[in-house]
């Protein structure tokens, strides 16, 4: 059966992986011309990991990254609002990793050029168009550089993982538009630092209007007592205001955000100093797309960020484009017709990453941070008397059971 992939980003690249190990030899589509290390740090949680180790991964990451211990979230004086363990500290039977995007991107490419074939990733070709007409869709792919035809083929499958600027979507969804911003934009940097709280801690501070988020990325680091620190700072802005096209590598000077963390030196860690010890500065709004009713068409689909793509919140973006691997990949072993495998991929995956979406429109569990600044904006002596355990507790549960990650269910489909 010939499959094709399109785009080579951790959702294509995973699903090849998956598809591999069930015995197939599906061929990536990629856009770029050279796949380089891109991106700051991303989030795996636990039942992503466990995907990524049923694929012989999981060492290979654990050493490239940080299997990150805690979770906390503290309003904008730095003071604690929750804790939670994460990962095996949590009694998980994966840990939660946060790594550097572009090394994980790296492994995944060499793991996909060792097992499938160096031909296995075709760089280059921009999938131009979808002709679904005939039996099987056929494709045409230019090069980005110069609109040049460089390939056609035709396929048994066409999974498109072509990020949110998805041209398969586009096919299907043609009057979409370009994607929605709610009004916020993100600074995201990287830079040496001294490690902070546990070494391996991953903390939210602030409320919804303004936010930093930071967690170390690099085991190297960690070994030699350092820490490789990811950051994400963020503020709200009127969305009527026109915004940038989103492009996860367009630069951005800190003067245009710094000054409002000014006041932000908490004695764990000083958020201007670690913003200004940053030489690179990537800014990106944070922008969604309405979940759509339908991801497959005959024999084409969507997946990851082309099939419903989110706001980075609650580590979930990489992580659902993992799980839909795993669910197409198993609906290819229990449906002998690639149609009907691609129907049942839909109905598992549509609606839960859909209900991520929604959640995460509303905060997800960061929510606390915004209860405890709107009941106590000049912070607070006792937190109980703001927000009880129980709601906090809560909160954070009821996200882990829509995201499919709490660890019950999670720790016992292993043992099913
Ligand atoms: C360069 C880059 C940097 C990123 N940095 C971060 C980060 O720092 N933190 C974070 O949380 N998330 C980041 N993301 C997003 C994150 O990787 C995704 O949200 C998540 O991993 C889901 O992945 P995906 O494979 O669905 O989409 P993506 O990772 O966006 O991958 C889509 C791939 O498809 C390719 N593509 C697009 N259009 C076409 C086309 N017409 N034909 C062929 N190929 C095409 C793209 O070049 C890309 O390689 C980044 C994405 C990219 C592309």
Not at 46 to 60: I, N, Y
């Amino acid at each position: 059966m010939e499959i094709v992939i399109v785009g080579a980003g951790i959702g294509g690249l995973v699903t090849a992986l998956a598809l591999h190990k069930a015995g197939h030899s599906p061929v990536i589509h990629e856009s770029v011309t050279q796949l380089r290390e891109l991106g700051v740090g991303i989030n795996l949680l636990p039942h992503a990991v466990r995907v990524l180790s049923d694929l012989g991964l999981q060492e290979r990451l654990l050493e490239a990254g940080i299997a990150t211990s805690e979770l906390l979230y503290f309003n904008k004086h730095g003071q604690k609002i929750w804790r939670e363990p994460r990962g095996f500290e949590a009694g998980y039977d994966w840990p939660q990793i946060s790594i550097h995007r572009g090394r994980l991107h790296a492994i995944l490419l060499e793991e996909v050029r060792n097992r499938l074939g160096l031909d296995a990733v075709q760089t280059g070709h921009h999938l131009r168009s979808l002709d679904i007409e005939g039996t099987r869709p056929g494709l045409e792919f230019v090069s980005r550089e110069n609109s040049g035809l460089k390939h056609t083929c035709k396929a048994d499958l066409v999974i498109g993982a072509d990020g949110i600027h998805s041209a398969v979507r586009a096919h299907f969804y043609p009057d979409e538009g370009p994607p929605m911003w709610n009004g916020a934009i993100l600074w995201r940097g990287m830079c040496e630092s001294d490690c902070f709280l546990t070494g391996r801690s991953m903390f939210m501070a602030g409320h919804a209007n303004q936010k930093f988020v930071c967690y170390p990325v690099s085991g190297d680091h960690f070994r030699s007592g350092h820490s490789l620190t990811n950051w994400v700072a963020e503020l709200r802005f009127d969305p009527q205001q026109a915004f940038q096209r989103e492009d996860w590598n367009r630069r951005a000077d800190p003067s245009t955000f710094l000054p409002e963390f000014g006041n932000w030196a908490f004695d764990w860690l000083d958020i201007p100093a670690l913003v200004q010890a940053t030489t690179d500065i990537w800014e990106y709004p944070m922008v969604d797309r309405d979940p759509v009713p339908q991801w497959s068409f005959g024999p084409v689909t969507l997946l990851g960020d082309a099939a419903h793509p989110m706001y980075p919140i609650g580590s979930n973006g990489a992580s659902q484009a993992i799980l839909d691997a795993q669910s197409l990949t198993l609906a290819m072993e229990t449906h002998s017709r690639v149609d009907d495998a691609l129907l049942a991929y839909e109905t598992e995956r549509l609606e839960p990453t859909a209900a991520i979406v929604r959640a995460n429109r509303g905060q997800g569990p960061e929510q606390v941070m915004q209860i405890v600044e709107e009941r106590a904006p000049d912070g607070f002596d006792d937190l109980d008397q703001i927000i009880s355990n129980n709601e906090l507790q809560d909160i954070a549960m009821r996200y882990k059971r829509l995201a499919g990650f709490d660890r019950e269910s999670l720790n016992r489909k292993a043992q099913a």
